[in-house]
């Protein structure tokens, strides 16, 4: 016998499956909740570990460089070879940075530099001593010249092909003699010319200007001594007061010589220079000035590593900033 349900009892249980589902409306949403919320901080702490990493690869990267030109520095005057030189300071460098502690976790890099990788050149080297031959006889410095075959060219190109240039300083010793000495560097890959023209005045002061692809300036006067000296931002010193951009304008690749010009049978302008670059030097150099090999762009693997992120790259340095 079936006992009919009565419009209470129908309420009742109306009111009991309503609550029910309540209650599993308010679990899934609170459950949906929770994960949106683990989510969001999975991809947050994800977020804060990439942007640690890529702070901590810039900070590392902008040492090395700031490393590597100091090292460039210390041997330019052939005190030292730069590659092993580079790579015992890279060395010392990386066990100090081996194990990094942030406020969430402890990260471990490693730096090495990579011989195999890196971009090999020359550094070319003129001395004081370069005050032989054709070219500088009586004169207390060398010329920016070159003796070849037992002649003297007045505008040599030093280097052929450059793609890089990662040191060039050049010290101008002496003004010159005779009539309107006048020594420029010049930079030319066959459609484009940039040109740093130095003027010697009557009194002995040096006027300097720069020529490039977008016109004439005057970068300002200097009494011998003074140098040039290119910086880690691809800027060229003149003097410790000015600047320009070398090469500005002229695409790789490119010669990099002087030009030499004087009248009255006296010398153009007198120093001493070094450049160390990835393109050739010229096949007119004898003993002087010198040529080293040398690495121009070291290679180097930076290894980072933290419970959320590995990061594993070589990189090459670029000391000078100039292509």
């Known amino acids: 016998?079936?006992?009919?349900?009565?419009?209470d009892d129908r309420g009742q249980l109306l009111l009991v499956g309503s609550v029910a589902i309540a209650l599993v409306?308010?679990?899934v949403v609170v459950m949906v909740n929770g994960m949106m919320f683990d989510d969001?901080?999975?991809?947050?702490?994800?977020?804060d570990a990439l942007a640690d990493a890529e702070r901590t690869i810039g900070m590392i990267e902008s040492d090395l460089n700031a490393l590597a030109r100091e090292v460039r520095m210390d041997t330019r005057d052939g005190s030292g070879d730069f590659a092993p030189a580079l790579r015992r300071n890279i060395s010392l460098y990386s066990r100090h940075h081996t194990n990094l502690t942030f406020d969430n976790g402890i990260v471990y890099t490693n730096v090495t530099f990579d011989g195999a990788e890196s971009i090999n050149g020359t550094t070319i080297w003129q001395t004081q001593s370069t005050n032989q031959g054709a070219c500088d006889r009586s004169t207390p410095y060398p010329r920016f010249t070159l003796e070849t075959g037992g002649s003297c060219e007045a505008n040599p190109t030093?280097?052929?092909?450059?793609?890089?240039?990662?040191?060039?300083?050049?010290?101008?010793?002496n003004p010159g003699t005779g009539a309107s000495p006048e020594t420029s560097i010049v930079v030319d890959n066959g459609a484009e010319t940039w040109r740093l023209r130095m003027d010697t005045q009557p009194n002995g002061s040096v006027v300097v200007h720069e020529e490039s692809p977008g016109g004439t300036s005057r970068v300002g006067v200097f009494d011998p001594s003074f140098d040039l000296e290119l910086q880690d931002s691809g800027r060229l010193t003149v003097g410790g007061s000015e600047s320009v951009v070398f090469a500005e304008g002229v695409d790789p690749q490119y010669d990099i010589g002087f030009e030499n010009t004087v009248s009255g049978g006296g010398t153009a302008l007198t120093g001493t220079y070094t450049i160390?670059?990835?393109?050739?030097?010229?096949?007119?150099?004898g003993s002087q000035p010198e040529t080293l090999n040398t690495v121009v762009s070291p290679a180097i693997e930076i290894y980072?590593?933290?419970q959320e992120?590995?990061?594993?790259?070589?990189?090459?340095?670029?000391?000078?900033?100039?292509r």
């Open 1 to 7: 016998m079936v006992t009919p349900i009565d419009a």
């Open 25 to 27: 409306i308010v679990g």
């Open 40 to 47: 969001s901080i999975g991809a947050r702490d994800n977020d």
């Open 158 to 173: 030093i280097v052929e092909d450059a793609d890089a240039v990662t040191d060039f300083q050049l010290t101008v010793e």
């Open 276 to 285: 160390s670059t990835d393109g050739d030097p010229s096949a007119g150099i």
């Open 304 to 306: 980072y590593q933290r």
């Open 309 to 322: 992120v590995t990061y594993d790259r070589t990189i090459l340095l670029n000391e000078s900033g100039v």
